[in-house]
């Protein structure tokens, strides 16, 4: 009788553990079921999602780890009228910075014309490495999209190798192609804006100072490498400003008829023409940045840069290097994390916009 009773209990457990079981199974296949319903429902919500959701359904129930989105790279512009020490700034912050200049001056991209286009000699780079100096041969064709693949392509060597980039230059169009217009570059980069600014006035009386040393330089030789009689002025590199100012008085330079006085007039006034021509394309530069800051909303540091161009010598250095300077390189150390800003807002500039003349369309 004890036998068949613990035989019996055997048995009922058995049967009772196959029911546990049974409805476990149909409780595990009710829950797969109803999150395939919803999941159907919901997956079209999740697909058109720009990312991944953090909860799962499709391998179970988990939670996906949160990924933050790409830390942007920093890229340094150093913007300013034409004569304002763009090449200077670069170079003084790439030897504080550990830095690479990349050049974003539409005319000394092109191979040739070193002096008329004021590129900066080997000496002067102090062995900081430049790129887009030279590169393209004077006849081509080169627009913005093409400078925007380059430069993408030398900020990314750059960074790749551990060092800034700074990117340096009076071409404003290609500028605002790079920042506002390429996608890529936009999505990939954060950029710190610095802008040199001078006084007009003071600016040209540099500018003239500066063309006048460019003629003792070999100004007029170097233009006449690049005269054509039948030569187009409106492509490559024949575009910048020095080389159709000359184009007259190469035309006459030989002809017998004129005398050596009226060639030598001839030659003053055109080098009057860069002088003017010069200052027109620093006015149009100076309106263009101010322009992208009103218009795009850009942060642009301005460095006010009228002191050091006032002095001389020793007391302009050390302006330079008080004003223009130091203040950059605190502004970049912050735009790198680096360290506070305290830098005062500088006084606004004494050159107004009502002092820029109208311009029409300007070579360079």
């Not at 590129?119 to 030279?134: A, F, M, N, P």
Request: aromatic share 8%; proline share 4%; hydrophobic share 35%.
């Amino acid at each position: 009788m004890l036998a068949i009773s613990k035989q019996y209990t055997q048995s009922y457990k058995k049967r009772q553990h196959m029911v546990i079981t049974t409805n476990i199974m149909f409780v595990i296949n009710l829950t797969n079921t109803t999150m395939n319903i919803v999941l159907q429902h919901i997956a079209p919500t999740f697909v058109s999602c720009k990312h991944q959701p953090l909860i799962n359904f499709r391998d179970g129930l988990t939670i996906d780890p949160f990924i933050p989105p790409r830390r942007k790279d920093k890229v340094v512009i150093v913007m300013g009228a034409t004569g304002t020490g763009k090449s200077r700034l670069s170079i003084d912050l790439a030897k504080h910075f550990s830095a690479e200049v990349v050049n974003s001056d539409k005319m000394q991209i092109y191979d040739g014309l070193d002096i008329i286009t004021n590129k900066v000699t080997d000496k002067e780079t102090c062995g900081i490495q430049h790129h887009l100096l030279s590169i393209i041969d004077p006849n081509e064709v080169f627009t913005a999209t093409d400078f925007c693949q380059c430069a993408t392509k030398a900020v990314d060597s750059i960074i790749s190798k551990g060092q800034l980039p700074i990117i340096a230059g009076g071409s404003n169009s290609y500028i605002k192609a790079l920042v506002n217009d390429d996608i890529e570059f936009k999505s990939r980069y954060e950029c710190c804006f610095l802008w040199i600014d001078v006084n007009l006035k003071i600016l040209q009386r540099f500018v003239s100072e500066r063309v006048d040393k460019m003629v003792k330089e070999g100004l007029v030789e170097e233009a006449r490498e690049f005269f054509n009689p039948d030569g187009d002025y409106t492509s490559g590199i024949r575009r910048a400003i020095g080389v159709p100012e000359m184009h007259q008085y190469f035309i006459n330079e030989n002809n017998k008829m004129i005398n050596e006085d009226t060639r030598d007039k001839m030659l003053q006034i055109a080098i009057e023409n860069i002088k003017v021509n010069t200052y027109k394309l620093a006015c149009c530069q100076r309106q263009n940045i101010l322009r992208l800051e009103s218009q795009f909303e850009w942060k642009i540091n301005r460095l006010d840069a009228t002191e050091a161009f006032e002095k001389k010598g020793i007391e302009s250095n050390q302006a330079w290097h008080r004003i223009v300077y130091e203040q950059s390189t605190q502004i970049v150390r912050h735009f790198r994390g680096e360290e506070l800003l305290n830098i005062p807002s500088p006084p606004p500039s004494s050159s107004s916009t009502s002092f820029l003349p109208k311009v029409a369309t300007m070579t360079h």
